[in-house]
């Protein structure tokens, strides 16, 4: 869990500020204020090092935040257990700098994610179909990343940190990558995209209807540990299936 939990909690902000007029505290079960990147520049949260005792009484509180996640119903050990939700594309708030360098990177081009959070997980697609990928297809495809990022060959790296990455996302044609932290960022900025799936999780409860989703079956695992299900699933996208929806959205 991370970024794009964060990422997903700015639409729970949005609406509890839309309702109530108030700025929103986004704390821990523990009642601490939280904070990330993807808050950067958001007027509807508010601050932590900003608040004082006095003024949490005129915040409303969202709770968000590990151990209390709207799409995590339970965890053992070995598995998650997910429910649905009523998600919705949250917002990132870049500024004139962020928007401006990222379009200098990727105005016209394709983001292009192969890694997950963990390299070759039940939420990975092979990386070598990746590669082939990106050599059956002649357009600007950028990757982005930290340094060690494990890169595509021919394609446009470009270190990152996050809110740099917002930039270069904001401005790209399209975003192709597995469930995670960047297809969040995508429905949050606009920006088309498709997405993988693993029998890990499913759209219902980490996906937007605006996206295109490819999904190779009806189970859900939420397996904690390596899974060959959630890897079959996987492998059960084709390249050929991952290119054409590429093209597809390219000529909209």
Same mark, same amino acid.
């Given at each position: 869990?991370?970024l794009?939990?964060?990422?997903?909690?700015t639409?729970?902000?949005?609406?509890?500020n839309?309702?109530?007029?108030?700025?929103?505290?986004?704390?821990d079960r523990?009642?601490?204020?939280r904070?990330?990147?993807?808050?950067d520049? #958001?007027?509807?949260?508010?601050?932590?090092?900003?608040?004082?005792?006095?003024?949490?009484?005129n915040?409303v &509180? !969202?709770?968000?935040?590990?151990?209390?996640?709207?799409?995590?119903?339970?965890k053992?050990?070995? &598995?998650?257990?997910?429910?649905?939700?009523?998600?919705?594309p949250?917002?990132?708030? !870049?500024?004139?700098?962020e928007?401006?360098?990222?379009a200098?990177?990727?105005?016209?081009a394709? @983001?292009?994610?192969? #890694?997950?959070?963990?390299?070759?997980? #039940?939420?990975?697609?092979?990386?070598?179909?990746?590669?082939?990928?990106?050599?059956?297809?002649?357009?600007?495809? @950028?990757?982005?990343?930290?340094p060690?990022?494990? &890169? !595509?060959?021919?394609?446009?790296?470009?270190?990152?940190?996050?809110?740099?990455?917002?930039?270069?996302?904001?401005?790209?044609?399209?975003?192709v990558?597995?469930?995670?932290?960047?297809?969040?960022?995508a429905?949050?900025?606009g920006?088309?995209?498709?997405?993988?799936?693993?029998?890990f999780?499913?759209?219902?409860?980490t996906?937007?209807?605006?996206?295109?989703?490819?999904?190779?079956?009806?189970?859900v695992?939420?397996?904690?540990?390596?899974?060959?299900?959630?890897?079959?699933?996987?492998?059960?996208?084709?390249?050929?299936?991952?290119?054409?929806?590429?093209?597809?959205?390219?000529n909209?």
């Amino acid at each position: 869990m991370g970024l794009g939990d964060w990422i997903m909690a700015t639409a729970q902000v949005r609406e509890l500020n839309e309702r109530t007029g108030k700025k929103v505290a986004v704390i821990d079960r523990m009642g601490r204020l939280r904070w990330s990147d993807a808050f950067d520049n #958001n007027p509807r949260i508010a601050k932590p090092h900003e608040v004082t005792p006095r003024e949490m009484v005129n915040l409303v &509180r !969202l709770v968000n935040a590990g151990g209390s996640r709207p799409y995590i119903r339970s965890k053992t050990d070995k &598995r998650w257990f997910w429910q649905t939700w009523n998600i919705q594309p949250g917002e990132l708030y !870049l500024t004139h700098e962020e928007h401006a360098q990222g379009a200098v990177i990727s105005a016209g081009a394709v @983001v292009i994610e192969p #890694n997950t959070k963990a390299l070759d997980g #039940n939420k990975a697609w092979p990386f070598e179909r990746w590669q082939e990928l990106v050599c059956s297809l002649d357009v600007h495809w @950028v990757q982005i990343g930290v340094p060690d990022t494990r &890169r !595509l060959q021919g394609v446009r790296f470009v270190p990152t940190t996050v809110r740099q990455a917002f930039g270069v996302l904001a401005s790209a044609r399209l975003f192709v990558g597995a469930e995670g932290a960047l297809h969040h960022a995508a429905a949050a900025l606009g920006t088309r995209a498709i997405v993988l799936w693993s029998e890990f999780i499913a759209p219902a409860y980490t996906g937007y209807a605006s996206q295109r989703n490819i999904r190779k079956t009806t189970a859900v695992c939420g397996s904690r540990m390596p899974c060959a299900s959630c890897k079959a699933s996987m492998d059960a996208i084709t390249i050929e299936e991952v290119r054409s929806a590429i093209m597809e959205e390219l000529n909209k």
